[in-house]
């Protein structure tokens, strides 16, 4: 069979079981087979395929039409300017959450000297690529589950950053390593009445330890920001991604930890997304 009916039989899969944008889904899965790129699809229709490649793709076919993400078919996910590995034991990176890295970057220079650190770092994907653009930052990673840091530390050497970056597997209570000039954090913050509403590749796929934040959404955040407060330094700035209709209850916690809020941003979705605050 070649490329071109290939990709045709497997969208058409798909599409029977509901999934959207089939075809792209479909370019994407057999690139990641035979190792090119689209343009190297759309340009050799008529190539065969083996029979190792036709069982490999039509695997990969039966994995995405239950509704299992591309990210985790092809174990990459694009997040700022860098590529990152993953898999199902973290949470796929979300463009909203490339706002921490721009706000990050707008109050720091480039000679800027400072320590940063991510709670619940996950795949590394912010706390790398702000280490990536901010060539003398010292990074460290925290995170409850070990799985989650063999990715971050794999990220961190695809991305040449290990000599800059330290990881932990610490909850964040139990956490009491050195003071730092910015803490990031992007907590579970969905109530975990609400995780079975979520689209069927969040819940049935990524893992609910990074989505559930408890009967109110807010224990995690709660965590979080109690703990940011003994290991701030002075001065320093604090931003932490929150969910849809949390920011008022989140910036009174913030305020009786002593922070002092300096704004909130939104998302793409025009939804307050991040607290950006500094520790007075």
């Known amino acids: 069979m070649n490329i ?4 045709i039989n497997g969208a058409n899969i798909l599409k029977n079981y509901k999934i959207l944008n089939p075809y792209l889904d479909t370019e994407i899965i057999l690139s990641k087979v035979i190792k090119k790129d689209r343009k190297y699809i759309i340009l050799n229709l008529n190539e065969k395929l083996n029979k190792t490649v036709l069982d490999n793709f039509y695997n990969l076919i039966e994995r995405r039409k239950k509704n299992e993400p591309i990210a985790y078919l092809t174990n990459k996910k694009e997040f700022w300017k860098y590529e990152f ?10 463009p909203e959450s490339e706002i921490i890295i721009e706000e990050v970057l707008r109050f720091s220079t480039e000679k800027s000297n400072l320590n940063i650190l991510d709670i619940g770092v996950g795949s590394g994907c912010i706390l790398l690529s702000i280490l990536k653009d901010r060539k003398n930052f010292y990074g460290t990673g ?29 909850d964040v209570d139990n956490f009491n390593i050195g ?12 109530e975990s009445l609400d995780l079975k509403y979520l689209e069927k590749d969040v819940k049935n796929f990524e893992p609910s330890l990074a989505l559930n934040g408890g009967l109110d959404g807010i224990s995690k955040i709660r965590k979080v920001i109690n703990k940011s407060s003994y290991l701030i330094k002075k001065n320093g700035k604090f931003i932490l991604e929150i969910g849809v209709g949390q920011k008022n209850k989140v910036i009174e916690l913030l305020r009786e930890k002593g922070f002092y809020i300096n704004k909130v941003l939104k998302d793409y979705a025009k939804k307050d997304r991040c607290i950006i605050s500094t520790k007075t």
């Open 4 to 7: 071109k009916d290939t990709i």
């Open 85 to 94: 590995f993953v898999n199902c034991d973290v949470l796929i990176p979300r």
């Open 142 to 170: 925290i995170d409850i589950s070990k799985k989650s840091l063999k990715v971050s530390k794999f990220n961190a050497k695809i991305l040449g950053l290990f000599n800059r970056v330290k990881f932990y597997n610490s």
């Open 179 to 190: 003071k730092y000039d910015i803490i990031v954090s992007n907590p579970p913050y969905i």
